[in-house]
């Protein structure tokens, strides 16, 4: 079976559970890598082949998109013909045919779509979050997405939530499969605590600085814990928009010496420092455009290292974290009541231990990567052959 993989995005260093599934399906059978990026990171997989164009990232859909915001219906309805007519060119360029196709994220299906209809190449795609939130906006894609449903042999989706989404939405409940992200567990050591508690007290957050993660919310939790915990210390990971703000934020709150701006990190440097931190704090919300998170890896992979979570009731996360047995969630923008409850952990290490223990426990079960591999090829394999 000639497995096609799909996607216009860019794949980003943290989407780890898009190079662990395709190098995983690849050591099942062959996996050829269609991309819209010109420079695709060359660890995900070995064959690969770039469309050479993103439609995303084309300045003249974008400009031509700008001008015509004053009708803005209008707008949308011209920026998806002009995505959907250079998306078709760039695929006309593909001179190997897949026997099935697996596309990552919905945005790429309704671009991909008439090409595999026309080729008679089977198709499932994975929705994660974006896609069926906050792109909805655009009328035009809402739109397009209903002949995806239709067209599409599975719709995965990253949680319950998500799935609920997309039923809201028009999907059938028969076409949607739940599939969660896979975490490597074992090849995650953590470290003990008492190695831990040698340490400072430490909090970490793993993650873009966009608006729907919120870091600026962790800052004005730590300020509020450094009162009792005078040496506490945040470690962000990461980029994004949002530095220059968590920059000025820290200084205003006289924070400098209790936050640590790692930047972007690979897994290899990343996952020592969670390794290291005591509490793992993510405070997830939903944006102004209505964008919301899927289901965070980053807080499976501290559920690995067997941190206590301290996040908020968003999207998929409550189906993440149990609430006061793996961790705590709050609601969104609740960042006093975040601060009472790393507190309260803070207070109890014996609660630190038993919550990261129960933690992993429960992600290496909800996310077992060998699990996804198994059930996606399944599911490739059945649409093939139908």
């Known amino acids: 079976m000639k497995i096609g993989y799909f996607t ?4 980003r260093i943290a989407e780890t559970f898009i190079s662990d599934l395709m190098q995983k399906l690849s050591n099942i059978d062959e996996v050829v890598w269609y991309s819209g990026q010109k420079d695709i990171p060359m660890y ?5 082949i770039a469309i050479g164009f993103s439609p995303y990232n084309c300045k003249v859909i974008n400009f031509i998109f700008k001008l015509l915001q004053i009708k803005i219906s209008f707008a949308y309805r011209v920026r998806m013909k002009l995505r959907l007519l250079y998306s078709k ?17 919905l945005t790429t299906a309704v671009l991909v779509r008439e090409f595999f209809e026309e080729k008679n190449i089977p198709y499932i795609v994975h929705v994660h979050a974006y896609d069926i939130t906050s792109e909805l906006n655009d009328t035009a894609y809402a739109n397009e997405i209903q002949k995806v449903f239709k067209s599409a042999k599975k719709i995965l989706a990253p949680s319950e939530y998500i799935k609920k989404l997309l039923v809201l939405q028009g ?6 499969e739940v599939v969660r992200l896979g975490i490597d567990t074992q090849s995650i050591t953590p470290l003990s605590w008492s190695k831990r508690f040698e340490n400072p007290p430490s909090l970490v957050f793993l993650g873009r600085l966009v608006e729907k993660k919120n870091p600026v919310a962790l800052l004005y939790s730590l300020d509020i814990v450094k009162k009792h915990f005078p040496d506490i210390k945040l470690i962000i990971i990461g980029k994004g928009p949002l530095r220059s703000k968590i920059e000025e934020v820290t200084k205003e709150l006289n924070l400098e010496d209790s936050v640590v701006l790692m930047g972007a990190l690979p897994r290899e ?5 969670l390794n290291r931190s005591w509490i793992y704090v993510q405070h997830s919300i939903t944006t102004r455009n209505g964008d919301k998170e899927g289901a965070p890896v980053s807080i499976s992979e501290a559920s690995a290292h067997a941190l206590p979570v301290v996040s908020t009731i968003h999207s998929g996360i409550p189906e993440q974290v149990i609430d006061g047995e793996t961790g705590f969630l709050v609601q969104e923008c609740d960042y006093t009541d975040m601060a009472q409850k790393i507190i309260k952990l803070l207070n109890s290490r014996d609660l630190m231990v038993q919550m990261g223990k129960s ?8 996310n077992c990567l060998d699990c996804r591999v198994d059930k996606i090829y399944k599911i490739l394999y059945n649409a093939c052959n139908r």
């Open 8 to 11: 216009f995005e860019n794949i």
């Open 44 to 48: 995900i997989i070995k064959n690969q």
């Open 89 to 105: 060119r760039a695929l006309k360029r593909l001179n190997s045919i897949v026997e099935v196709a697996y596309v990552e994220f």
């Open 171 to 176: 999907c059938s409940i028969d076409k949607i």
């Open 269 to 273: 440097k990343s996952f020592p420092i």
């Open 359 to 366: 933690g992993r426990n429960y992600i290496t079960k909800l």
